[in-house]
């Protein structure tokens, strides 16, 4: 539930940004400190497991810019190690 607010904010930017993607600098997210410690620690910028991305704020996000969707195939389909979606992240 903690990224169901990022995802459905990304989904709802998509069509603005999506083919902007790699001309973004920068993305700013503001939340309670504590949902921050679980979902955006150092590890969710640069996931090495699909257990680590799904919880990962930045990788959700950049998917839901990207793609318009966070979805349980983008993850099933390591769509969140594409290089689209890590530069944005």
Known sequence: IELAAVAEAGSKLSASVRSR????????VETYPGIIERVA?????????RGTADHSLPVCL???LLD???TLAQFEQDRWRKPDVMDLV
Do not use: E, L, N
């Not at 001309?23 to 700013?28: E, K, P, V």
């Not at 620690?41 to 497991?49: G, I, N, S, V």
């Open 21 to 28: 993607g790699a001309a973004i600098r920068a993305i700013r």
């Open 41 to 49: 620690d150092a590890d969710k910028f640069r996931p090495q497991t």
């Open 62 to 64: 950049a998917m839901a």
């Open 68 to 70: 318009g969707d966070v």
